[in-house]
């Protein structure tokens, strides 16, 4: 079952002193079942977090709608969603800037209580010091500031605001980017032990390929504003249909040494086409080694094609077999 269903969604933001708009999200439909984690990848500038803001309804959307358990939360008013907040939460990026210096950790975490009014006094405080608890870290540090927790220890804190209201959907954007390799590994463990414990389902932001094939179930690529392929992970990880999904595993590090001598690297001729001015037709044209004429006119729709399972749905009008004929074009 869906928990949640995005349709069509699109962001633009207009340009100050001129015409035009910047795509940042240009029609991106997906789905999150109950339980799982959906990946979500793509270089930076995608709109990877434009669509994690529309998710939380932290933006308004320019077009389409987002449901979330069986209710339309596209047009709700501030006011009418209250309720909702309690079942989406958002972990940010940055756990340094994410959280106010000025502040007590305690009184950090406790913010949903006091917001929701739903606990004050004794009982806040001992739902903050178990909160503390549950994400690893010492509850008599409550009265300390976020200055005297390192990097890791702060994303615990914000993953334990996060999780105070007993969330149903956690959208955690780019969680351990700016984080230690070995620090990441703790961070995406507790995450997983979270996830197990309290029947959470995670949309799990990151341009990190390696992280997103270890936590997700489903993972769904991102170019330039749109979905260009979204698959069960190990079916995408296997056998990329997308130019582009092909282009990105390709750079991504393996432990492997000899697996990593042996991997053919496809390089992607010119840049990143403008937000403001996207390609017509396919907007990977430009750099696909595999364009024809049909791509500069004709959209792809993001369907399933005959070789491939139903998951497994890619927008491409040619879509790759494997890895060789890219390197070869």
């Given at each position: 079952m869906n928990l949640l269903q995005?349709?069509?969604?699109?962001?633009?933001?207009?340009?100050?002193?001129?015409?035009?708009?910047?795509?940042?999200?240009?029609?991106?439909?997906?789905?999150?079942?109950?339980?799982?984690?959906?990946?979500?990848?793509?270089?930076?500038?995608?709109?990877?977090?434009?669509?994690?803001?529309?998710?939380?309804?932290?933006?308004?959307?320019?077009?389409?709608?987002?449901?979330?358990?069986g209710r339309d939360i596209t047009r709700l008013s501030r006011r009418e969603l209250a309720p909702i907040r309690r079942d989406v939460q958002m972990i940010f990026q940055d756990p340094y800037g994410s959280l106010n210096p000025r502040r007590r950790v305690g009184s950090i975490i406790g913010d949903p209580f006091a917001i929701h009014r739903i606990a004050d006094g004794r009982d806040r405080r001992r739902r903050v010091k178990e909160l503390m608890e549950l994400v690893g870290l010492n509850p008599e540090h409550y009265n300390r500031f976020p200055a005297e927790f390192s990097g890791g220890q702060r994303q615990r804190i914000g993953v334990a605001r996060a999780l105070a209201l007993r969330p149903k959907l956690l959208v955690c954007d780019e969680p351990v980017s700016a984080l230690?390799?070995?620090?990441?590994?703790?961070?995406?463990?507790?995450?997983?032990?979270?996830?197990?414990?309290?029947?959470l389902t995670y949309v799990f932001i990151s341009h990190d390929l390696s992280v997103v094939r270890h936590v997700s179930d489903r993972v769904a690529v991102m170019y330039l504003g749109r979905i260009v392929e979204v698959a069960p992970a190990p079916e995408l990880y296997a056998r990329p249909r997308h130019p582009y999904t092909a282009a990105l595993l390709s750079a991504a590090p393996v432990a492997d040494?000899?697996?990593?001598?042996?991997?053919?690297?496809?390089?992607?001729?010119?840049?990143?086409?403008?937000?403001?001015?996207?390609?017509?037709?396919?907007?990977?044209?430009?750099?696909?080694?595999?364009?024809q004429d049909r791509c500069a006119l004709e959209e792809p729709h993001?369907?399933?094609?005959?070789?491939?399972?139903?998951?497994?749905?890619?927008?491409?009008?040619?879509?790759?077999?494997?890895?060789?004929?890219?390197?070869?074009?």
């Open positions: 995005v349709d069509e969604a699109v962001r633009h933001f207009p340009l100050k002193g001129r015409a035009g708009a910047v795509h940042a999200v240009d029609g991106v439909s997906l789905t999150v079942r109950r339980g799982e984690t959906l990946g979500l990848v793509g270089e930076t500038g995608c709109g990877k977090s434009t669509l994690a803001r529309l998710i939380c309804r932290l933006d308004d959307l320019t077009g389409g709608r987002i449901v979330f358990d230690d390799v070995s620090i990441q590994a703790q961070v995406i463990n507790l995450l997983d032990e979270l996830q197990d414990l309290l029947g040494p000899d697996l990593a001598d042996r991997r053919q690297r496809i390089l992607l001729s010119g840049d990143v086409p403008s937000p403001v001015d996207p390609p017509k037709g396919c907007r990977f044209h430009p750099r696909c080694p595999k364009a993001l369907v399933s094609r005959d070789a491939d399972p139903e998951s497994h749905a890619t927008a491409c009008h040619f879509p790759v077999d494997s890895t060789s004929e890219l390197v070869a074009a």
